[in-house]
């Protein structure tokens, strides 16, 4: 199974910035897809922005213009740069990877969640 793990949570006063990333691990595979999800409290799980394998990108209305997905194909890493930070940003932010290999056919992964806190 291909793993994820994250880092670059934290505590951030409003207007500031942070930088996600999510690495990929495994055995041979192909990523078809990556994105960020973000579940606040007492809210449901909802995607933030997703990338995939040919840089086509998708954002959620509520962080366009504000945050800025990308990756490193070599890396299989995906990073969520998150600008302009407001506190109903504050989350659980996790990320998932679409893959498939010879192996393993198709799968999804999920990461462990990483604390995002906007302060206001």
């Known amino acids: 199974q291909v793993q994820l793990v994250e880092s670059g949570g934290g505590l951030v006063q409003a207007g500031g910035s942070l930088r996600l990333s999510c690495a990929a691990s495994?055995?041979?595979?192909?990523?078809?897809?990556m994105g960020w999800y973000r579940q606040a409290p007492g809210k449901q799980r909802e995607p933030v922005a997703t990338?995939?394998?040919?840089?086509?990108?998708n954002y959620a209305d509520s962080v366009k213009g504000r945050f800025t997905i990308s990756r490193d194909n070599a890396k299989k890493t995906v990073y969520l740069q998150m600008n302009s930070l407001k506190p109903e940003d504050t989350a659980v932010y996790y990320c998932?990877?679409?893959?498939?290999?010879?192996?393993?056919?198709?799968?999804?992964?999920w990461g462990q969640g990483t604390q995002v806190t906007v302060s206001s």
């Open positions: 495994g055995s041979a595979f192909r990523v078809n897809a």
């Open positions: 990338i995939t394998s040919d840089g086509s990108t």
């Open positions: 998932n990877i679409a893959y498939g290999s010879s192996s393993l056919g198709t799968g999804r992964s």
